[in-house]
């Protein structure tokens, strides 16, 4: 069974940085497409990154560019979202996703396996 679970939530002030984490089980991830989404209270869930585990090709929501990168471990099956210079509109439930389709891009619906998500809150 295919678990992603992550990790490095928490409170930062404005400006900071965050490492989040998404270890990943129960199969190889490495032909596969991992993203990272978002959601705030009362909205809807958002792109944040996504990345092409095997050729490594990224893409990033216009409202992250510059400031978050996303990378994987592929022998650690462990994909990473770098938050830099975070805001309070950064605030939201993290979601790890995954999928076979290396070709899943920005949209949640085109990715299979989640995880349980993790707070990121932003004080300004």
């Known amino acids: 069974q295919v678990q992603l679970v992550e990790s490095g939530g928490g409170l930062v002030q404005a400006g900071g940085s965050l490492r989040l984490s998404c270890a990943v089980s129960?199969?190889?991830?490495?032909?596969?497409?991992m993203g990272w989404f978002r959601q705030a209270p009362g909205k809807e869930r958002e792109f944040v990154a996504r990345?092409?585990?095997?050729?490594?090709?990224?893409k990033y929501a216009d409202s992250v560019k510059g400031r978050f990168t996303i990378s994987g471990d592929n022998k650690e099956n462990t994909v990473y979202l770098q938050m830099n210079s975070l805001k309070p509109e950064d605030t939201a439930v993290y979601y790890c996703?995954?999928?076979?389709?290396?070709?899943?891009?920005?949209?949640?619906?085109?990715?299979?396996?989640w995880g349980q998500g993790t707070q990121v809150t932003v004080s300004s």
């Open positions: 129960g199969r190889s991830f490495s032909n596969y497409a």
């Open positions: 990345i092409s585990w095997s050729g490594g090709m990224t």
């Open positions: 996703a995954g999928d076979r389709a290396w070709y899943a891009d920005i949209e949640p619906h085109q990715y299979g396996y």
